[in-house]
Structure formats: C-alpha cells, structure tokens
C-alpha cells in the first residue's frame, strides 16, 4: 500500500486529454512538499517528467502538465498520442514516515 | 552528459549480502547533489532505498530497518550499496540515480538498472 495513491489504469483514445492523480496526505503532499512525475516504458529507467510539481524539464513536451492542490496532485496529457502509453509515478516526501514516497505507478493505455 | 552504470552480482543467496557499486562519467561525484538507489521489484513500483552526499552523509529509508548501507569514492567516481541479510523480497532492478540538492529529491539521471535475484 503506497502512502501516495494512483490509479492503477487509466485510458483515452488519441487526441483526448487524460489526467492522473496523486493522492497524498498532511504529512506529504499537503505538508508542502513538492511532488515530482516519471514516465517510464517497459524495460527502461524511469525519466523525470514534471518536477517542482508543475516544471516541465527541457524535452519534455508541452502536452505534459502538472499540478498541485491540497493534499493531491495531478499530471495531464492533452493532445494524447499512442507513444504516450507508459507508467506513470508520482514521487515526493513523507514528514512522518520520514521518506521519500513513490505512488504505486498508473499504466496509460492509448485505445 | 552525465551516465551511471551499475554493476554487481546479479544472483545473491538468501541471508548474505547485496554489493552494487554506481560508476558515474560525463560528471564528477560532486557537492550539489545527492546519489542514490532505488529499486523496482519485478512487475511493481518503485521504492527510494536511500542516497549519499559528496560530504559522506547519507539518508536510509526506515523500510530497510537499518540493512542498507552507502558510501562514496570521488577518487574512483563512484558509489556503493550494501543491503546485507536479503530475502527474496529484495529481488528487484536496482537503479542507481542523481539529483540536485535542494529539489526535494528530484532525480535528474537514472542508471540502466540492474536485476538483483535473491534466490538460492
């Protein structure tokens, strides 16, 4: 059981706009710790996606966005594209467990 | 550019312990930023196992009830992972990471990944 909280699947068909969640509490997300998104493919490292919560590295198409409110935060992809289909976590850090904390990862499946 | 590359045993039995070492290029193990492990056990998520600084100082996630230990080489640009009394729940790739200080531990650079098998 992860402290942060992602859907296990989500899916859209190409062009829509999808969104993921990244539900946290008062001693993570809501304690104002910044959370950081990775896109990995199957067989292949992680790559940082968002971080800072909604900072886009260079690379990084504009289609992905992130954001933060209260004890959650969310990644979109607009203008959803078949190359988008990977695993998706959400990463920041835990006061009361005193860790970092990982979501358990949303696999994005482009119908 | 900067690259990481693991390596180690890729079979460790049950009880003993798992060495893996982190060899860095394109960038020298340098004050600025934290180098670290995590790991993704087959078919799951992934976990922050822990990460050292230039200075020595490092940080173990409590999960690992004091099993982990790192350490660092500027000489050799390197860093280390020891996790001793494995069980075949620490079966996992290994991916040895940096990231800048200050970020809130955002890792910028991820190694390939190495399976680590604990089985006997």
């Known amino acids: 059981q992860s402290v942060l909280t992602q859907p296990p699947s989500v899916s859209g068909a190409p062009g829509q706009r999808v969104t993921i969640s990244c539900t946290g509490s008062s001693s993570n997300i809501g304690a104002g710790y910044d959370v950081h998104w990775y896109q990995q493919f199957p067989g292949t490292a992680p790559k940082l996606l968002i971080s800072g919560n909604n900072n886009r590295p260079s690379g990084v198409p504009g289609r992905f966005s992130g954001s933060k409110s209260g004890t959650s935060a969310s990644l979109a992809i607009t203008g959803l594209q078949a190359e988008d289909e990977a695993d998706y976590y959400c990463?920041?850090?835990?006061?009361?467990?005193?860790?970092?904390?990982f979501g358990g990862g949303t696999k994005l499946t482009v119908l | 550019q900067v690259q990481l590359q693991e390596s180690g045993p890729g079979l460790v039995k049950p009880s003993e312990t798992l060495s893996l070492t982190c060899t860095v290029s394109?960038?020298?193990?340098?004050?600025?930023?934290?180098w670290g492990w995590i790991r993704q056990p087959p078919g799951k998520g992934l976990e922050w196992i822990g990460n050292?600084?230039?200075?020595?100082?490092?940080y173990y996630n409590p999960s690992l009830k004091s099993r982990g230990t790192m350490s660092i080489d500027t000489s050799k640009n390197q860093f280390s992972l020891n996790l001793s009394s494995v069980t075949a729940a620490d079966t996992a790739v290994y991916y040895c990471?940096?990231?800048?200080?200050?970020?809130?531990?955002?890792?910028?650079?991820w190694g390939q990944g190495t399976l680590v098998t604990v089985s006997s």
């Open positions: 050292i600084y230039h200075s020595g100082s490092t």
């Open positions: 990471v940096r990231g800048p200080n200050g970020t809130g531990w955002r890792v910028d650079y």
């Open positions: 990463q920041s850090h835990d006061s009361s467990l005193s860790a970092v904390v």
């Open positions: 394109g960038n020298s193990i340098s004050s600025g930023y934290f």
